[in-house]
């Protein structure tokens, strides 16, 4: 691989990129600083010694394990007021009506969550209760509710793996499988497609492989926003002659080029970073892929020897492809046969490809089978099972690939086990108690249920339905209709003013850096970090994320209380390496620094994969049928300055979109007669929200709106058949606001 001329890769000569729309990292520094003056001391502990709980690239302090120098993102650095505010005025929730009217980043600048308080129905708000009345009232409830109808809900706003652990094992002693976290809503269809291709639900590279990659993929994926860190893998990356492409509706500006805070010459000269963009319409990924992979067959350009040595029904997929028509897949990606060549004779030419995925891929309710449509090129190729290859979905959260592997989802029990009468006399056997053999309830799923009255005890870790499930209206009805809803957090969210049908109790949550003994997070390649207990102030009476499962688990079912308790997060780490034996290791982590990478650097290595005959297994995948109406858009919905559904700045500074803006095409603004910043209605079958037209590079008839403002025009109920995640996609009309 041929180094790269310094300056090619340059944005311009004026340092730090004075006059462009970017972020200002520098400024944004010291805002951080500001929100963290009552206690610096504490904040810059949490920076030096804590592992990040922003987005799952995991640093260890302000280090990493792909190279060195500083890592420190603006991710992480607004997340930090949360960890260091002191405790809210709990008077304040006396009467719900004094922050009703409250933006969720107000009800956050209140201050943490410090008390435990229950609101009865019939009285104005909250009032404080001692922790004993609130373990026996949460017990009192979950002792009296068939196991079918409770459910649990857990964010990953910082959750640990053991806090994961303890929640589904408490979950299943009171015997209910109703437990779901939030990869639900984000990459479970990558879980699923993985695991039936490949055996794995996991990067089968590291971040490692990016420096030394030929080709690096993002399809679907704003990385520059939501792992922002990740610009400076690309950026050594490209000193080491690495190329990036880019498929997306919306030429991304932060994909484009960024200006990278740690590196000298990026900070004064920016970085470009994609080298090849094709444009395809929202949802036309999945043919888009597929025409890839035609091209490649067609031309011989496949890798037979790695197909037939290691794989199985690749002569499915290539009598489906051939089958298919030009006109067909230029129709259903919105792109033309010549991008789809072009793309194929790039691929073709590079010996190492890494495909990076994330939410413009899942979120569709055919996430699952887009997902297969990259494997299959994956696998066609033979570049799976190799260093500076492979397929990475990334993750924007540092809890949800632990979740789901250790156990925390309905269908599926600790260790990738899915949920059968076997499997259940197998964890049962490790547990000491029975537990259910059926699969319960998604998340989307758990609130249908509340909404049709089938659920007695809704328990949520964190999270907040109205702000992350379509039709908030829907959503609240759906809570309301709850008798018992349990909230732990560590912050007020708007779903616990909903007026409670009996009561509504809340109890307030340690983040990771106060929890007793510290804890792990897995991330996106694997690596299971310790991120130790940080010394500082602890806001009220907040307690421990798994220590409050496991003690009112206990009090539920005293008779299983010998087997549901720990005495630290070191007991729970021994027994997850008992269980989930690919996390081996994860019982020697007790300091800061200490990791283990499960599978190691490569999965699937030498195109060994554990799949039951050891072939990965190629999937015939067809693409939704593209029929817009005249007159209408394909609306998806996009992240701005925020981390999950906490929103941190009004502006986002890599696009300078504010939070109601929609983005659309200068085509389709001419023809709506729209100039930039002109008021128009976004409309669909479902509901409407008010907007201002934002100008932008984005395929004509695809607009993009920020989420969660989007979500009263997206319908509920629209899930990926095979995985459950939403449908965060809609056709819309955009009507202009005449004054």
Not at 247 to 265: K, L
Not at 297 to 311: C, K, L, N, P, S
Not at 716 to 730: F, K, S, T
Request: with cysteine; proline share 6%; charged share 25%.
């Amino acid at each position: 691989m041929k180094q790269r001329k310094r300056t090619k890769d340059w944005v311009g000569p004026i340092p730090y990129g004075i006059g462009e729309v970017k972020p200002n990292h520098f400024a944004e520094m010291a805002k951080v600083a500001v929100e963290n003056r009552a206690h610096p001391l504490y904040a810059w502990r949490i920076l030096r010694d804590g592992t990040c709980d922003g987005c799952a690239l995991g640093t260890v302090g302000l280090r990493d394990f792909t190279m060195d120098g500083v890592h420190l993102c603006t991710v992480r650095l607004n997340l930090l007021k949360l960890n260091t505010m002191d405790a809210m005025d709990a008077e304040l929730l006396s009467d719900v009506r004094n922050v009703s009217g409250l933006t969720s980043a107000e009800m956050r600048d209140l201050g943490r969550l410090g008390y435990p308080m229950v609101w009865r129905a019939g009285t104005p708000g909250y009032t404080r209760i001692t922790w004993d009345e609130a373990l026996s009232l949460a017990a009192g409830a979950l002792r009296k509710t068939d196991p079918a109808r409770m459910a649990f809900y857990l964010t990953s706003r910082g959750i640990t793996n053991e806090v994961y652990y303890m929640a589904q094992k408490v979950a299943r002693a009171l015997g209910t499988n109703n437990i779901d976290n939030a990869a639900r809503l984000c990459h479970s269809a990558s879980t699923v497609a993985m695991k039936q291709a490949i055996g794995v639900a996991a990067s089968t590279c590291s971040y490692k492989d990016w420096i030394g990659s030929d080709l690096i993929v993002f399809i679907g994926s704003d990385t520059a926003n939501n792992q922002p860190v990740a610009t400076k893998y690309l950026f050594y990356a490209k000193k080491k002659g690495t190329r990036v492409a880019v498929v997306n509706p919306y030429r991304e500006p932060g994909m484009m080029r960024y200006w990278v805070p740690s590196v000298v010459e990026s900070v004064l000269f920016g970085t470009k970073i994609c080298d090849e963009y094709y444009r395809v319409q929202t949802g036309g990924d999945l043919a888009f892929l597929n025409g890839v992979l035609k091209v490649l067959i067609e031309r011989g350009q496949v890798d037979r020897a790695y197909i037939d040595a290691h794989t199985t029904g690749f002569d499915g997929v290539e009598q489906a492809l051939r089958e298919s028509s030009w006109p067909d897949i230029e129709r259903n990606s919105g792109a033309s046969r010549a991008d789809v060549e072009r793309f194929a004779d790039m691929l073709a030419r590079a010996k190492n490809v890494i495909f990076v995925w994330s939410m413009g891929v899942t979120q569709h309710r055919h996430g699952v089978d887009t997902v297969h449509a990259i494997i299959n090129l994956a696998l066609a190729r033979g570049l799976i099972g190799r260093e500076f290859s492979g397929v990475m979905p990334i993750r924007g959260h540092s809890g949800v690939q632990g979740g789901a592997e250790v156990g925390c989802v309905p269908n599926v029990f600790p260790g990738g086990r899915p949920v059968t009468s076997e499997n259940a006399r197998e964890i049962a056997l490790a547990w000491g108690f029975d537990v259910p053999s059926t699969p319960g309830l998604s998340a989307a799923e758990q609130i249908q249920a509340a909404e049709h009255g089938e659920i007695d005890v809704l328990w949520s870790a964190g999270g907040n339905f109205l702000e992350t499930l379509p039709e908030p209206d829907h959503v609240r009805a759906a809570l309301a209709r709850v008798p018992h809803r349990i909230h732990q957090d560590i912050v007020l969210t708007s779903q616990m003013l909903v007026e409670p049908r009996e009561w509504a109790l809340i109890l307030p949550a340690r983040t990771r850096y106060e929890t007793r003994g510290g804890g792990t997070e897995t991330t996106t390649e694997r690596e299971i970090i310790f991120s130790p207990e940080i010394p500082g102030p602890r806001p009220g009476q907040a307690q421990g994320e798994w220590e409050i499962f496991m003690k009112v688990g206990e009090r539920v079912r005293p008779d299983r209380a010998n087997f549901i308790h720990a005495d630290t997060g070191s007991d729970i780490r021994s027994e997850i390496a008992r269980v989930v034996p690919s996390y081996a290791g994860i019982q020697a982590l007790k300091r800061k620094g200490d990791h283990v990478q499960w599978g190691g650097r490569i999965l699937c290595r030498d195109g060994v994969f554990p799949t039951q005959d050891g072939r990965a297994r190629f999937a015939v995948v067809r693409p939704p049928e593209s029929a817009l109406p005249d007159g209408r858009f394909m609306m998806s919905t996009r992240r701005g300055k925020q981390f999950n559904s906490m929103v941190h700045r009004a502006r986002d500074p890599l696009t300078g979109a504010v939070r109601d803006d929609v983005i659309i095409s200068a085509a389709a603004a001419g023809t709506l007669g729209l100039r930039d910043g002109s008021p128009v209605i976004v409309r669909s079958g479902t509901g409407e929200m008010r907007g201002r037209a934002k100008i932008a590079d984005i395929k004509p008839r695809n607009v993009q709106v920020h989420w969660p403002e989007a979500q009263p025009v997206l319908k509920r109920g629209v899930l990926d058949p095979q995985c459950g995640v939403p449908d965060y996609n809609a056709v819309v009309e955009i009507i202009p606001v005449r004054s």
